[in-house]
C-alpha cells in the first residue's frame, strides 16, 4: 500500500491507494467522524474487493479485504444507526447471486446475506428507506442478449419484502422525500428492422413497488445514455444524459415535474472532443455540478467539473487534472461544503497494477486553473510509479463471505444501561482468544481487552468503566470467525 499526497490548501487534497493487483473505485462516503469510507472494487482476475476507513485527510485507519475469491462491492449506503451496508456480485459459475453486507459504524460485521436470484444477474445501487430497509436496483439476463431491470426492498434485516421485475437496466436511484423511488434506467435498441433506437426512462414506484407513473423519451441516436437524475427540493427532476454524435458527445439536462411529465430539455453548450459525463450532484435548487472526463487518448484524459445552472448553461468549467490517467467514477459533497472525487489510476503503459484515487476539493470552482496548478504530478503518465513501501493486502483484515455470521450462544452483557462497569458473560467458546473491544459512537476505541475461556467454553468478566464518559458505546466481541456486537449506554 503506498499513498501519495498533493496539497493545494491545508484542506485539498490528493492520494492514491494501490496494492499489486488492478482495484477501481467503487464508492467514497464521509462517515460520521468526518473521515471516509472508501470501496475499490477487484478485477475479475484478482480475489479481493477493499474497503478503507480513512480519517479527515485521507489517512488509512484501518482496512479490509472482502471476499473468498469470487466477490466484488458495487456500491455501498449509510445506514440510520452509522453503519454501512455494502452490496456486490458473487460471481459463481452461473453468476446469479449477490450479496449484502451489513457493518457497523466500527467496521465490524453485524450481519450477512447472499442472494441466488432468479436470473444471472448485475446489482448497482442501494440506498436506506426511513423505515430502515434497503431498496437495491439490478439488472438480469433472461436470455444471454436480453437484458432487463429489476428494484429490490429488504427489510432492516435483508429479509425480501417485494420485488418489481422487467423494468429497464438500471443508471441512477433515489428516495423522495415521501418515500417514493425514483429509477433512471437506459434501454438500448440495436439492429432492429426500422433502424437503432434508445430510451431514457424516469420511473416512479411508491414504497410497496407499485408503479405510479413512467416517463420515455425515445431518440434515434446510435447511443445515449442517462447518466445522473437528481430531486429538488421544488419537486423537480433533473436527468443528465449524454447523447454520441459527431465530431463530440453532446450533453443535455432533461427537467420533469413531480408528475413524471417532461416540461424542458436543455442543451449543455460544451464543445469539448469526447467529453464524458460521470455523474451530477446539486449545489442547490438552481446550481449542479457535473463531474466529467475528455477522453485523450489511452489511459489519458483530463477531468474537469462543470457548474451549471438549472438553464443547462455553463457558469464555469474547471479543469482538475490534465493529460493524466486518472479516470473518474463519482463525485459527492462533503460537510465542509468541498467535493470528494472517487476513480481509478491507470497510467500508460499499463503497470502490474491499477490504483484508486481520491481526490477531495474546494467548492469554489471560480478560478479554472487554480487546481491544474496546484495539484500535479508530472510523472503519473511516465512508465513508472514511484515505490513508497507497498505492502500486501494479505495485512487487511479478511471478511471471508463464506464463514462471518456465525454467532455466540447464550452471550450476555449486563447491566445496560451501564455506570461503574459492565459484565459479559458466553458460553459455547473454543479454546482460544477472546477479544474484547469498545468502541465510541464514531468509531474510535476506547479500550481493548483479551481473554481465555475456560476449559468449558465459557467466559465471564467484569470491565472497569471508570474513566468512559456517558454516552452511547459499541462492544465488539471477537473469536477466530464467531462475533458479537452489543450496543452499550453509560450514564
Known amino acids: 500500500m503506498f499513498f501519495l499526497i498533493f496539497e493545494a490548501n491545508a484542506q485539498n487534497w490528493l492520494k492514491f491507494y494501490a496494492t499489486n493487483q488492478y482495484h477501481y473505485g467503487a464508492f467514497a462516503l464521509e462517515t460520521n467522524d468526518r473521515g471516509y469510507l472508501i470501496g475499490a472494487k477487484r478485477d475479475n482476475d484478482f480475489p479481493y474487493s477493499i474497503i478503507y476507513k480513512t480519517d479527515v485527510n485521507g489517512n488509512i485507519l484501518w482496512q479490509k479485504t472482502i471476499g473468498n475469491g469470487n466477490a466484488n462491492i458495487e456500491d455501498c449506503c449509510k445506514t ?8 456486490g456480485g458473487i460471481y459463481d459459475k452461473d453468476k446469479s447471486s449477490f450479496f449484502l453486507l451489513k457493518l457497523n459504524s466500527c467496521g465490524e460485521v453485524d450481519w450477512y446475506k447472499k442472494y441466488n436470484w432468479h436470473y444471472p444477474c448485475q446489482v448497482f445501487n442501494i440506498l436506506q428507506m426511513k423505515d430502515e430497509g434497503y431498496i437495491i436496483d439490478l439488472s438480469y439476463n433472461i436470455i444471454p442478449s436480453y437484458t432487463k431491470g429489476a428494484v429490490i426492498k429488504l427489510d432492516k434485516k435483508g429479509n425480501s419484502i417485494w420485488e418489481n421485475f422487467n423494468l429497464n437496466i438500471p443508471i441512477s436511484m433515489l428516495i423522495t422525500e415521501d418515500n417514493n423511488i425514483i429509477i433512471s434506467a437506459n434501454q438500448f435498441y440495436s439492429h432492429q428492422p426500422n433502424g437503432s433506437w434508445s430510451e431514457n426512462i424516469l420511473t416512479l414506484l411508491d414504497s410497496n413497488g407499485k408503479r405510479i ?17 437528481i430531486l429538488t427540493s421544488k419537486n423537480n427532476y433533473y436527468t443528465l444524459k449524454m447523447e454520441d454524435s459527431l465530431p463530440f458527445n453532446i450533453l443535455k439536462l432533461l427537467k420533469y415535474d413531480r408528475t413524471g411529465a417532461l416540461t424542458q430539455t436543455m442543451t449543455i453548450e460544451d464543445t469539448t472532443v469526447f467529453n464524458f459525463p460521470k455523474d451530477m450532484i446539486p449545489m442547490n435548487d438552481s446550481t449542479f455540478i457535473i463531474l466529467t472526463m475528455e477522453d485523450s487518448g489511452k489511459y489519458s484524459g483530463t477531468l474537469r467539473l462543470l457548474k451549471i445552472n438549472a438553464l443547462g448553461q455553463i457558469i464555469n468549467k474547471t479543469t482538475l487534472f490534465q493529460k493524466y490517467a486518472l479516470l473518474p467514477s463519482k463525485i459527492s459533497a462533503t460537510h465542509d461544503g468541498k467535493y470528494l472525487i472517487i476513480g481509478y489510476l491507470q497510467p500508460n503503459p499499463i503497470p502490474p497494477f491499477v490504483g484508486v484515487f481520491i481526490a477531495k476539493v474546494n467548492s469554489d470552482i471560480d478560478q479554472d486553473s487554480f487546481y491544474t496548478k496546484k495539484l500535479r504530478y508530472d510523472s503519473l503518465c511516465t512508465n513508472t510509479i514511484p515505490d513508497s ?6 495485512n487487511a ?10 454467532k455466540f450462544t447464550d452471550f450476555k452483557l449486563f447491566p445496560n444501561p451501564a455506570q ?3 459484565e459479559i458473560s458466553a458460553s459455547g467458546l473454543s479454546a482460544e482468544p477472546f477479544y474484547l473491544m469498545v468502541y465510541d459512537v464514531l468509531g474510535r476505541q476506547v479500550s481493548d481487552y483479551q481473554y481465555m475461556p475456560d476449559i468449558n467454553g465459557n467466559l465471564s468478566q467484569k470491565i472497569n468503566l471508570n474513566n468512559v464518559a456517558s454516552g452511547c458505546y459499541l462492544v465488539s466481541l471477537r473469536q477466530g470467525s464467531n462475533y458479537f456486537v452489543k450496543k452499550l449506554i453509560v450514564e
Open 213 to 229: 407513473w413512467e416517463n420515455i423519451q425515445s431518440d434515434n441516436y446510435n447511443y445515449h445514455s442517462g447518466i445522473k437524475t
Open 397 to 406: 483484515e479478511v471478511i471471508n463471505l463464506d464463514t462471518i455470521g456465525i
Open 420 to 422: 461503574d462497569f459492565f
Open 389 to 394: 513501501g507497498n505492502i500486501s493486502i494479505s
Open 80 to 87: 440510520l444507526d452509522g453503519g454501512f451496508a455494502i452490496i
